[in-house]
């Protein structure tokens, strides 16, 4: 079955430095890969996600993830951190094969702490 | 333009009670999905509904059904409530239920099972 691993439950970072959160999937098709973020007692926002394409995908907020198969990675990333981004962050995977049926598998989570 | 509305936002029901959450999808989708997330964890995919059918199920027992109404909005039901069902539950829509596509989240319904 797809499964998705986010390293790290807590990230912390300064405000300015740079954001790395880390996901791996486990697939032998690249499945779409997705990041959403939550923040307290909201539902889950969509940052970005990868279909096809330009393996290097773009996001709200400054975020952006990079897609490599060689690595079953799509770790997402920003250059500097700003206090409006403490959070907790979601990666998820759709497997492709799932023709017609939308199943989004989350990770775990990480939550990034950004201090002054 | 609406995004996915829910309701009610928190509510405590008994061990064994029932329980309905409903969903508004946002204008124009017509696939919606329910996720339960437990604290600390990550959205479980509970069902999937699209054009009224459930079209794909998760690891979830029968107690947990759902239903889609001609104008795409959702409900969840839960039966015979357990502890363990205490969770956010989120309701999601797509505008199909293609693979690729953006699937937007509401804000959850808070439940807690006493």
């Known amino acids: 079955a797809q499964s998705v691993t986010q390293l790290g439950s807590h990230v912390s970072v300064s405000e300015g430095a740079l954001v790395l959160l880390r996901c791996n999937y486990s697939?032998?098709?690249?499945?779409?890969l997705f990041w959403y973020v939550q923040y307290p007692n909201q539902g889950l926002q969509l940052l970005l996600k990868?279909?096809?394409?330009?393996?290097l995908v773009k996001g709200i907020n400054g975020f952006e993830a990079e897609f490599k198969k060689s690595e079953t990675s799509f770790h997402l990333t920003k250059p500097s951190a700003h206090m409006s981004d403490a959070a907790e962050y979601f990666c998820?995977?759709?497997?492709?094969?799932?023709?017609?049926?939308?199943?989004?598998?989350f990770g775990t989570g990480t939550r990034l702490l950004v201090s002054p | 333009e609406t995004g996915v509305t829910q309701s009610p936002t928190h509510l405590i029901k008994t061990r064994g009670q029932q329980v309905t959450l409903r969903c508004s999808s946002q204008?124009?989708?017509?696939?919606v999905s329910w996720y339960q997330q437990a604290l600390g964890q990550g959205p479980q995919f509970i069902f999937q509904y699209y054009r009224e059918e459930e079209n794909g199920r998760g690891n979830f027992p029968p107690r947990f059904s759902g239903l889609q109404f001609p104008n795409y909005s959702s409900e969840l039901n839960v039966n015979a409530l357990e502890l363990d069902d205490s969770a956010l539950y989120l309701c999601?829509?797509?505008?199909?239920?293609?693979?690729?596509?953006?699937?937007?989240f509401g804000e959850g319904s808070w439940l807690t099972v006493v």
């Open positions: 990868y279909t096809t394409g330009a393996t």
């Open positions: 697939s032998s098709v690249p499945p779409y």
């Open positions: 999601a829509s797509s505008p199909d239920r293609s693979v690729g596509n953006t699937i937007y």
């Open positions: 204008s124009g989708h017509n696939t």
């Open positions: 998820a995977v759709n497997p492709v094969m799932n023709t017609g049926f939308q199943k989004l598998v």
